[in-house]
């Protein structure tokens, strides 16, 4: 007697193990060493219904690799991992059993990358790198428009190599110049797969919506995990494991310091260092869940345009809840801690910061 195939979850049972893995996901708020008050909860359960929505569209509204669109999967109120906010994150899925091709005018920002991955937060497996691309080595025509073919099998003119289980392609453009540099036009196509995409499936759908909740739950486990390792060490910088950010879906060219600071109201955190020869630096101030702060309306971040030198190439960073008249002030925003990040882009070495924490008023 043969048994019967397992019956396929129905609609309604999908969205219960949404909700009830979205609730499940709030004790990783709950059970985070640092935050004691009800403000830094509040902003964690904030970010849980950012991620929700990141999730939703990342898995369900453009979750297919065979429609590829580019959309933000982080922007000004949805941030993951100590997000740029100098970058503009672009992301499309795909799939290593196909080739695909991006179309684009490379605009005027400063760094542009390519890069593919396999794994994500919410699952299980390996996670990291399968390949990368940046502007400095493609071939483009003098107007700046380019194409690159995205696949497992080396092609001839710009290549962006894929494995077998890549899912992911994400493209960053950091700006020095918000307000003026322009933004690389793309669009990307899956080569295997013409014409429009299928109707909805119920249980494919079913699927991502699951993979929307887990991807929730392991974002933000995945990042709770990088502040809690530095809480015993507060106001300090180190160089993060470069292979664990490439792991984390990062840019393999960036060295990228990383930490968490605590100050009382009447304290300032001094952050000094000469940056190295490279493309792209910048420093910026983020919340306990590694989300930056809102740099739309408040001075969080400098990047080698914004931030004011001394005579010998050198920078200060005043880390302080008020502003006394200080060159290149980061404001704390009315957070007592957070995290934070130091990023030299395509710099030939590494330059550690130094950092003080001193009475806010022996800088006035």
Known sequence: MTQAAPRAPRPEEDWAAFCDTL??????????????????????????????????????EHGDPLSPRFFALSHETGKIGIDNPDSYYMNAAIRGEHDYRIHGQRGTVA???????????GKSGRSGLSGYLEADELEMGPDGRFEITVSRKQQP????????????????????????EILADL????????????????????????AAGNYVAGTAQFFA???????????????????AYKDAH?????????????????????????PPPCDYWNFQLC?????????????????AHTTRYEADGSFRLVVAAR??????????????????????????????????????????
């Open 23 to 60: 609730k499940a996901a709030g004790e990783i708020i709950l059970r985070a060493p640092a935050p004691e008050d009800d403000f830094d909860r509040a902003e964690g359960f904030r970010y849980l219904s950012r991620l929700t929505r990141l999730g939703l569209e990342k898995y369900v």
């Open 111 to 121: 760094y542009l990358g390519f890069g593919t991955y396999h794994g994500d937060y």
């Open 157 to 180: 003119g710009n290549w962006l190599p894929m494995e077998a289980d890549s899912a992911m392609l994400i493209v960053r453009q950091n700006r020095l110049d918000r307000e003026n």
């Open 187 to 210: 669009r990307i196509e899956c080569l295997d797969v013409p014409g429009p995409p299928a109707p909805l499936d119920p249980v494919d759908f079913g699927q991502k919506l699951r």
């Open 225 to 243: 995990n990088w502040a809690e390792g530095w809480v015993p060490h507060p106001n300090t910088l180190p160089l993060f494991d470069p292979q």
């Open 250 to 274: 990062g840019d393999p060219n960036i060295r990228f310091h990383m930490g968490y600071w605590e100050l009382e109201p009447d304290q300032a955190l001094v952050i000094e260092a000469t």
């Open 287 to 303: 919340n306990y869940w590694l989300e930056s702060l809102d740099y739309r309306y408040r001075p969080v971040h400098y990047n």
């Open 323 to 364: 502003d006394l008249g200080f060159a290149n002030w980061v404001d704390t925003e009315g957070h007592r801690r957070g995290t934070m990040g130091l990023r030299w882009v395509k710099a030939p070495r590494d330059v550690d910061p130094l950092l003080r924490v001193v009475p806010l008023a022996s800088l006035a």
